[in-house]
């Protein structure tokens, strides 16, 4: 596949080349779109991308090369239509819109020295024009008759489209290749050209869309998650949002930055890691009616600076809106950046506090306990010993180091819930996201002792003001997060049902992997009557991965 800058390389390989180290050297700089003033790009490639989107068929390259324009022809294409589009009030161009404004740059334009003037300042588009311009030369021959003219402009509108299509699929696969789920750490890079990262993923590409895709729908679809965050920003409209500048970490579809935006929020600021999802959250805001006030970012750093935002000299932050939270709410480590950028850009925290609880579980599939077999009957671990026959026994202790996530059944717990973790987010440390703390819990019934699970509560709002509790506990409605299950090993748990009031006492404690930080390692210390024991836990993305 050929990128924009590649499109021209049959007709004109010198052009290419003399071109090619300005385009590289101008890859990074961040870029404006040409047909959406507000949107801004981190480099040339993304913003061209957006607007063969925005704009299907458009192709600053494609047209460069049709009209004959050398450099100083390419600025005054740019800078006209930088001025055309400024003076249209009725946004968002359309394709014809677009190509109407591009139609009106006629012959004349070339000897109008004021178009060489920037619109923009530091326009990248400008700085480029030598890599989209066909050549020394720009005259526009009188000679050309009518008929090829006309089967200049429907091949040029064949591959128009054909480019669209392709750029679109690019900037998928960039999105791809770069990672998808959260802030990498800025070391991507783009020494390979982008059509030779699509030949080598376009197998999966599709695949691994959908799977994405799917991701972003299957939190939308979640209906106490998401109806948690649009009622509680309801709620807390008059008193945190109304005329608010709002930041939106992790802002996905964009769907939270338009609700602050409904609620009155005078900017609000979405910023996202992943290139395509970034594409798709922007022309939602247009669709809303809401690109006035809601400004969609792709940023690539973890910690975001008031650089990153292109915030004016004297505005601030008045708002942080971030969905960060992970299974057992702190796997994907992502709180840890949130925490860092809003130390250094304030602002109040929504969600404002979080908090995690642990309970005690029983297996409810066990059968024939008690039938004198000596063995714990049809459960989870010993299911393994008679797979049709088979004894895989050796197979179920690989369950009992990794948390398994997972819905819980509310009949299945069987003791009092106890706190463990307790996260004010407007004033939390980084160093709270590692800790252990002590518990204790009574049995609620008559029952065995299994495991332990984990869910997490989120307040949105500390002053009073929002009633909203986003829960995952069993008890109530399931979420997309689930629960957690720790999974005793048998021979440490009890043998036999412990009464009803038996306190459990214990520790609980969460560190981040050394060696990868977004996972973490979990031990529990319990003891149960006569019962005691200890055991280690990993959360990590197979942990995950098996619960969707």
Not at 32 to 43: C, G, K, N, V, Y
């Amino acid at each position: 596949m050929a990128s924009e800058y590649d499109d021209a390389d049959d007709d004109d390989d010198d052009d290419d080349d003399d071109g090619s180290a300005g385009w590289e050297a101008a890859t990074d700089r961040p870029t404006t779109s040409l047909f959406a003033p507000r949107l801004s790009f981190p480099t040339i490639t993304e913003a061209i991308e957006h607007d063969a989107i925005f704009c299907p068929g458009f192709s600053l390259k494609a047209l460069a090369h049709k009209l004959k324009l050398d450099f100083y022809g390419v600025i005054r294409l740019v800078n006209f239509i930088r001025a055309a589009v400024d003076d249209v009030s009725d946004a968002p161009l359309t394709k014809a819109g677009a190509m109407g404004i591009v139609e009106q740059f006629t012959k004349d334009k070339l000897l109008d020295d004021s178009l060489l003037k920037p619109f923009l300042s530091d326009d990248n588009f400008v700085q480029c024009a030598d890599v989209f311009a066909f050549g020394q030369d720009c005259e526009w021959s009188d000679e050309d008759s009518t008929e090829s003219r006309s089967d200049q402009q429907k091949e040029i509108g064949k591959l128009r489209e054909q480019l669209a299509a392709t750029q679109a699929q690019l900037s998928i696969a960039r999105g791809l290749v770069e990672g998808r789920f959260g802030y990498d750490n800025g070391a991507s890079t783009r020494d390979e050209s982008a059509s030779n990262l699509v030949e080598k993923n376009e197998a999966s590409v599709i695949d691994r869309n959908a799977s994405f895709f799917a991701v972003h729908e299957m939190k939308l679809r979640d209906g106490e998650r998401t109806g948690a965050f649009a009622q509680a920003i309801s709620e807390t409209s008059a008193i945190l949002f109304e005329g608010a500048t709002v930041l939106d970490i992790g802002c996905g579809t964009g769907a939270l930055s338009m609700l602050a935006a409904k609620a009155g929020a005078k900017k609000v600021i979405g910023v996202d890691i992943s290139s395509d999802i970034i594409l798709h959250a922007q022309r939602a805001v247009v669709e809303n009616g809401l690109r006035d006030t809601v400004t969609i970012l792709r940023r690539k750093k973890k910690c975001l600076g008031r650089e990153d935002l292109e915030l004016g000299e004297n505005e601030r932050i008045d708002v942080i809106i971030s969905e960060w939270m992970g299974s057992c709410l702190l796997h994907g480590n992502k709180l840890a950046t949130i925490i860092e950028t809003r130390d250094r850009l304030g602002g109040i925290m929504f969600p404002s506090r979080t908090a995690l609880f642990l309970n005690g579980w029983s297996d409810k599939t066990r059968e024939n306990r008690d039938s004198g077999c000596g063995c714990a009957g049809a459960n989870r671990l010993s299911w393994w010993s008679n797979v049709h026959g088979l004894n895989l026994s050796v197979f179920s202790p690989l369950k009992l180091n990794k948390v398994s996530i997972e819905v819980v059944d509310d009949k299945e717990i069987v003791t009092e819930r106890a706190l463990v973790l307790d996260l004010d987010l407007n004033s939390c440390t980084d160093s709270a996201l590692d800790f252990e703390c002590s518990f204790e819990m009574g049995m609620v019934e008559n029952s065995t002792l299994d495991g332990f699970v984990a869910a997490f509560d989120v307040h949105f709002f500390e002053g009073g003001e929002s009633r909203v509790l986003l829960s995952t506990s069993a008890a109530k409605p399931q979420t997309h997060w689930k629960q957690a299950l720790f999974l005793l090993d048998p021979k440490e748990a009890p043998a036999e049902p412990l009464p009803a009031g038996t306190h459990v006492l214990g520790s609980f404690a969460m560190q981040r992997n050394i060696e990868n930080p977004s996972d973490y390692d979990v031990a529990i210390t319990w003891t149960a009557g006569t019962y005691h024991g200890a055991q280690a836990f990993r959360i990590d993305a197979e942990s995950v991965a098996s619960c969707t």
